[in-house]
């Protein structure tokens, strides 16, 4: 169409076809908005920052144009307060029109925003917050970071056939924090373990000394622990002062307690501690390779595991959209989201099409000194791991 039949063309539209366009729904719009929901400030600020640069990476590799689409990210910081997180939902999903939610750097602010993304049949993409629960909350739900018990249940299942038998568990007492505790005492004393005592640590402010006296008197081959990203230098630090590195006590746990952010910071006492999980920053897959230079020349930081939350979020909200050609039916997204897989910089990562769960390797992993760098070196796969607590039926 030249200028000229163009123009005629346009002006031969009758007012009410432009009111019309005017109210047409959102898919035949040509801007698709995210709604990007992290905590940047506050104690979580770091899993904020590790998504949102993740997020930023994705669009830089992959254009910002889907299916014809423009794409716009509008960041959201929650300061990690659940009542925050649903009010920033609710506008943007009110006000902005937004396609997406994405996010939820923890499980209070991914529970509590649940009904809207329901309500509003919006899809949602939960980055970070890893409760098992939390996908049975709404339909509208899809996970891309991962599960605790997922991330828990191979440490416990390696541990006990690693020559550790007494273990003490200390969590951070919040809802992960439970899935991690009871997934490990039920694998752990199920392969011939014993768990010794139980410990559940305040979220806010944690001040670990007092539960560390408890597991340095109980005197166990292992402390099992789970602590949120951006914690683990605290632990590490009280866990050297009290000297129960000393005391030959092993530290073990999913992986988020030597988060790849801050594990340079710990120094030895990091050294030899053995963890599960989906992604190491030093994978040695060449896309993870890019991925980690990369996204350390955009964010001047290495990424981490909740980094591969965000990036993978991104990839799953472009494959919906060129699935659906556009169309930006909540329904119809969330139903193109089902049973895709793709290679993600933490290796095959599938959504499983029931639960709209990651499926992924684990890997067992050991810090080591890698050139000047602490680094989680895998050195044993489990392949295509599903939650064990979700039985398809
Ligand atoms: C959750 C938060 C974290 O920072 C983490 O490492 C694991 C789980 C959560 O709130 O679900």
């Known amino acids: 169409m030249n200028k000229r039949t163009l123009l005629k063309s346009m002006t031969a539209l009758s007012a009410g076809a432009l009111l019309a366009g005017a109210m047409l729904p959102a898919a035949a719009q040509d801007t698709v908005k995210i709604g990007l929901i992290l905590p940047m400030t506050g104690p979580f600020a770091s899993t904020g920052r590790q998504i949102d640069g993740a997020a930023r990476l994705y669009m830089q590799q992959n254009g910002a144009t889907v299916a014809g689409k423009k794409i ?21 999903i009110v006000n902005d029109k937004v396609t997406f939610l994405a996010g939820f750097g923890l499980t209070p602010l991914a529970l509590a925003t649940a009904p809207l993304a329901t309500e509003g049949k919006v899809p949602m993409i939960v980055m970070a917050a890893g409760t098992s629960i939390i996908t049975d909350r709404s339909p ?3 996970r891309t970071g991962f599960t605790l018990p997922q991330t828990t249940y191979p440490i416990a299942d390696w541990a006990a056939k690693n020559n550790i038998k007494k273990a003490v568990t200390l969590v951070s007492d919040f809802a992960p924090g439970v899935d991690a505790e009871t997934v490990f005492k039920s694998r752990f004393t199920a392969a011939g373990g ?6 559940r640590v305040p979220l806010r402010n944690p001040d670990f000394a007092p539960f560390l006296q408890r597991v340095r008197d109980a005197s166990p081959d292992a402390v099992f622990v789970f602590v949120p990203s951006g914690v683990g230098s605290i632990f590490m630090k009280q866990f050297a002062e009290r000297g129960l590195d000393k005391a030959g006590i092993k530290i073990i ?12 910071d710990m120094g030895d006492v990091a050294l030899g501690v053995v963890t ?6 030093a994978h040695p897959s060449a896309m993870n390779k890019a991925y980690v230079e990369a996204f350390r020349k955009m964010n001047n930081i290495r990424p981490n595991f909740m980094s591969v939350g965000g990036y993978d979020g991104m990839a799953l909200i472009y494959k919906a959209l060129a699935a659906t050609k556009g169309d930006t039916n909540g329904e119809k997204l969330v139903a193109a989201m089902k049973g895709l897989s793709w290679e993600s910089p933490r290796g095959p990562l599938t959504i499983d099409a029931q639960f709209r769960e990651p499926v992924q390797n684990m890997y067992i992993r050991k810090v080591e000194k890698v050139g000047n760098e602490l680094h989680n070196v895998e050195f044993e796969t489990l392949t295509a791991v599903k939650d064990p607590t979700k039985v398809a039926k």
Request: glycine content about 6%; aromatic content about 4%.
């Open 72 to 92: 716009e990210l509008i960041l959201k910081d929650d300061a990690g307060a659940p009542d925050t997180t649903k009010r920033l939902a609710q506008e943007l």
């Open 276 to 281: 599960s999980h989906h992604y190491s920053a």
């Open 140 to 142: 509208f739900i899809v």
């Open 253 to 264: 746990g999913p992986g988020d307690v030597t988060d790849d952010d801050i594990l340079n």
């Open 194 to 199: 014993q768990v010794l005592a139980e410990l």
